[in-house]
């Protein structure tokens, strides 16, 4: 069945970095975009990040433009999250997203995956 | 960046009731416009894309209707299973694409 996995998570100290994974299946990855979407405990949810289905757009939210980077690997069905100089506001419930399957919703989402924690402490 | 605006933030059912949640973008968006429900350690899930088309697998008691700057989640009969978090997120003048702050259906 369709189903994207995320992994990478972790506890990290405030200005480290780290990489986020996230494997999907059942589905033709290659031909679809994939999103980045965190969700801060409690809050609401906020876009972060995204991939073309050919890898050749990459759009960034604002307050991670110059320091999160966006990749995939077709040949694995993974796209990656590469964070760096984490804050303390950006510990979060990061979540992978397909873009939606709809012709007239490309930049809906379809499919999540269940999330990988990041916490950003001191 | 467009600002979507979600109301109530809080909505208090009765099971059986009807349920109107609204969504209001700062721009208009034509009907460029999701709406997704997520219950307490879940994803969210998509119900609705393009203003009023529903998802694969979502009920019907589900609708949704508006376009331009104005938007409304309809579910016409609650039922146990659909108390939670409803966003709506908009997709029309991107990036970044953006989501309201939620409304959340509770058991009046």
């Known amino acids: 069945q369709v189903q994207m996995v995320e992994s990478g998570g972790g506890v990290v100290q405030p200005g480290e970095s780290l990489r986020l994974s996230c494997a999907a299946s059942g589905f033709n990855f290659s031909t679809y975009g994939m999103h980045w979407v965190r969700q801060a405990p409690g809050k609401g949810l906020e876009w972060v990040a995204y991939?073309?289905?050919?890898?050749?757009?990459?759009e960034y939210a604002d307050s991670v433009k110059g320091r999160f980077t966006i990749s995939r690997d077709d040949s694995k069905s993974t796209v990656h999250l590469q964070m760096t100089s984490l804050t303390t506001d950006e510990t979060a419930l990061y979540y992978c997203?397909?873009?939606?399957?709809?012709?007239?919703?490309?930049?809906?989402?379809?499919?999540w995956g269940q999330g990988t924690m990041v916490t950003v402490s001191s | 960046e467009i600002v979507m605006t979600q109301s109530p933030a809080t909505l208090s059912v009765s099971p059986g009731e009807r349920a109107t949640l609204s969504c209001r973008a700062s721009q208009s968006i034509s009907n460029n416009l999701a709406w997704y429900q997520q219950k307490p350690g879940q994803a969210p899930r998509l119900l609705i894309y393009?203003?009023?088309s529903r998802a694969t697998g979502i009920p019907d008691r589900f609708s949704g209707s508006g376009s331009g700057t104005e938007f409304t989640l309809t579910i016409s009969s609650l039922q146990s299973e659909d108390f939670a978090v409803y966003y709506c997120q908009q997709y029309n003048n991107w990036p970044p694409l953006t989501f309201g702050g939620g409304t959340k259906v509770e058991i009046k």
């Open positions: 997203a397909k873009g939606s399957k709809y012709s007239s919703a490309w930049y809906a989402f379809d499919i």
């Open positions: 991939i073309r289905y050919d890898g050749n757009r990459k």
């Open positions: 393009s203003a009023s």
